[in-house]
């Protein structure tokens, strides 16, 4: 669907943010109108605001006319959320990208939404200090983006998600009015948690112009360690066993074989020795002398579980090349001849075994190449349907297996999305994990920040 705005209203809004911030060429509403999970629907324009007054004024204007207003920050989301699939303006939050303060008495950021998580993490940790959620994106997604979607990352099992970190936002609403929740004191009981209703609303209620996140002192050592398995199982039940060790670790990582395999490929380097089928990697951080005794702890879980090997990274270069397999595996995927359907499941984390076994009966079931991996620790598995996509027949079988894979973790007590949220790629799904009164709750919310349903219309909601 494409929106018609007239020459009138694109004239107001270049009175609002000047002719040189807006985009209206073939190429750019393309670009703009698209993010990484690849089925995008042009913009009819694309706007790039400098300030909150701005944005505040192309809200009000959108709203009066009941133009679709889609906010996006660096376009990595993998389920739609930025692509205005009702077409509009696309305001795009790329000049927005300020770290204002990093306060180092009350440890905490006040960032403007389009700061590069990278960039956040390496600031503060020049001073010392350390903001812990990590998704493998953190290179190119948004802080912005990062909040809207509570994303997750390795480091979840012991700290947590963004959601963790947000203390307070500055958002505008879509009728224009500019609100600013929470404070900077670490506690904040007053009236609803009206930040934490913003965290994880994936663009649908509010835009977010300024946050400001709690930091922690940066751990004074880590250790990596990665360990080869030649069954999926044997990776599985290390995972089990460091939780039965009372373990928590900073981070837990599973890859499997079909994983590993895409990563080979991709960068033409043997990554682990033939043969092996999963791997872990584990890092630990803390004191020296508790790292010491817990990435022991590790490497003995992992040995008493059956580890074909387990390699201690002994330099910092050790640990980045570690680390960089596992980065390497989305992209990996992605470059793969076959087209890769990416599902973010999670379980509650006891129930990895479980979910790996849901994994198995697919495979088999419905006769699908499937590449899993992820956060194990936190039993957030991203489970990869490869499939052909010239393949009618074999396109149908991975929609019926979607389906199941959802409705089997949901038995589990688990969750559709940990991390990546609905969008509109996973909307015809959150009836089965949602009752139709909480749906229905829900979009009261959404029609009392957003009564003309003009902002993200589409999303979330079948
Ligand atoms: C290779 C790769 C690896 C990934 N790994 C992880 C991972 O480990 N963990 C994880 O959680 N995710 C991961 N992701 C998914 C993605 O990076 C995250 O969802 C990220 O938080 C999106 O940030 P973004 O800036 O790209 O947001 P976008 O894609 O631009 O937008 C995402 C949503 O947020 C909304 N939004 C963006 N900015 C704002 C704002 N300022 N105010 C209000 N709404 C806003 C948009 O409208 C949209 O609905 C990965 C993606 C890729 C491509």
Redesign the pocket.
Known sequence: MAVVIDLSTRSRLAAIVGEAHLLSDPGALDAYGV??LGKGHAADLVVLPGTTLEIAAIARLCNDQRIPL?????????TG??VPTSGGVVLS?ERLNRILEIDETNLLAVVE??VITGDLQRAVEAVGLFYPP????LD???I??????C????RAFKYGTTKHYVLALE?VLPTGEIVRTGSKAVKNVVGYDLTHLLVG????L????KITLRLVPKPPAQATLLATFDSIQGAVDAVSALIARRVVPAAVELIDKDSLDAVHAHTGEAIVPAGTTAVLIVESDGTPAAVEEEIARVEEACRATGAAAVTRAATTADRHRIWAVRRQV??AL?AAELRKVNH?VVVPRGRVPQLFAVVAALKQEYRLRIASFGHAGDGNIHVNLMVDASDVEELARAKQAERILFERVVALEGSISG???I?FAKKPYIALELSADEIALMKRVKAAFDPNDIL?PG?IFP
């Open positions: 993010d990484a889609v906010v996006r920050g660096a376009g990595t989301g993998y959320g930025a939050m939404p389009n990590d998704p493998a994106s190119r997604s948004s912005g983006g990062n909040v809207a979607e994303a997750g990352g390795p958002a609303s994936e663009g649908t509010a835009i977010i112009t989305s992209l992605n973010d991390e990546h949220g969008g993200n999303k």
